[in-house]
């Protein structure tokens, strides 16, 4: 049997929690990093037999990985098992030389920087404690450290960001030249505070989105970005002497691999089952002190739902999706209507019958492809 190639290890520690954030995190609870890892530590040693000895990829995300204490840090780095692509996610204000050397030394290939806005004020909004300022240094860290492959997110779409707003905060992050982008569309969950404080405005902004996607793609595109995957950018091969820029593990998410994920909250899809570990770091902490798995909500995926998740994941990508991936899951009367209205193209492949989005298509996103379900 296969082992499974992708791991996701979940870090919660944040120094604040952003209004926005409907992640599962912890604040501060510096005491506890240690112990944290220690009960990681037992829950890779119970899962190792469901990985590979040698990874495609390995993500920390969180929380704020870079907040957890950096002897912890450096231990969770050393207990994973090595991979092609080990990535780290990093807030501004936590990197600072001795960090990002920690980083480099212990294989860390990618970072991922949550830069967010280049805006004081919107950065105000979402609570977020790195000034621009402290975006820069953050980068310049990086690179003085070796890092050639760093990662930047954006978000668009927060409370009073106005157009102008939007082209500067591209400004900023190319010319800090990242190798890639991610940017989101400011997705604030019901139930979050910065929905109780800003929905008024999020609800009167929302028209504006569709512009502020399409001038995000049109920019990264004529700065020589690929725009790979809906949400994301990489600088094209050509332009980097040939090295793909994708970024590896989210691939793997968009492609339908197997991954375990491990850490409070953390998700995990392996053989056609999906479980999610408690959210409660003392359940966490407690069944595996004791040695024990943690406590977990399984789902036992049924194939029509795998086809569905297989289109709607697959067709945010900007290769051809192969339709026997998704066979059943796909209408054909809304198939022929979408060609009809340019959204979606049959281009015909080696492996068979195969779908994309056209340029429009991809903009409309998610309402093409839940015509598209069966």
Not at 12 to 39: K, L, M, N, S
Not at 60 to 79: H, I, N, Q, S
Not at 205 to 229: C, K, M, N, P, T
Not at 230 to 244: I, L, M, Q, W
Request: charged share 25%; proline share 5%; net charge negative.
């Amino acid at each position: 049997m296969v082992g499974v190639r992708h791991l996701y290890v979940h870090l919660p520690f944040c120094a604040h929690r952003c209004g926005y954030c409907d992640f599962v995190t912890i604040v501060g609870r510096a005491g506890e990093h240690g112990r944290y890892v220690d009960a990681l530590a037992v829950e890779l040693d119970l899962e190792r037999q469901s990985l590979s000895p040698c990874l495609d990829t390995v993500f920390l995300g969180g929380g704020t990985p870079t907040f957890t204490e950096p002897g912890a840090l450096r231990r969770v780095l050393r207990l994973v098992p090595p991979a092609d692509e080990l990535t780290v996610e990093a807030n501004p204000e936590t990197v600072t030389p001795e960090l990002a050397q920690l980083l480099r030394e212990e294989g860390v290939m990618r970072v991922s920087l949550g830069a967010q806005s280049f805006r004081p004020h919107l950065l105000a909004i979402l609570e977020r404690a790195a000034g621009p300022d402290d975006v820069r240094r953050a980068f310049y860290h990086l690179r003085d450290a070796g890092f050639d492959n760093i990662s930047l997110d954006l978000i668009y779409g927060i409370p009073g960001q106005s157009p102008a707003d939007l082209q500067a905060d591209i400004d900023e992050a190319l010319a800090l030249g990242p190798e890639h982008l991610s940017c989101y569309e400011l997705e604030a969950k019901r139930g979050t505070r910065f929905t109780h404080a800003h929905g008024v405005e999020l609800e009167r902004q929302a028209e504006a989105l569709e512009g502020y996607f399409e001038a995000v793609v049109d920019r990264l595109i004529a700065a020589g970005y690929r725009w790979y995957e809906t949400a994301n950018f990489c600088r094209a091969p050509s332009a980097d002497g040939g090295r793909d820029l994708r970024s590896r593990h989210n691939l793997a998410y968009w492609l339908g691999r197997d991954y375990l994920g491990v850490g409070i909250g953390a998700v995990s899809t392996v053989r056609g089952r999906r479980w999610r570990n408690t959210p409660r770091l003392p359940v966490y902490l407690k069944a595996l002190g004791r040695g024990d798995r943690p406590p977990r909500e399984v789902e036992e995926l049924a194939a029509d739902v795998r086809r569905r998740e297989r289109l709607i994941l697959g067709l945010r990508l900007d290769e051809p999706f192969e339709v026997e991936e998704a066979a059943g899951a796909i209408d054909l009367a809304a198939l022929a209507r979408l060609e009809r209205l340019g959204l979606v193209v049959r281009p015909s492949t080696r492996a068979g019958d195969a779908l994309s989005l056209t340029r429009r298509g991809r903009l409309l996103g998610g309402g093409v492809t839940a015509e598209l379900l069966a």
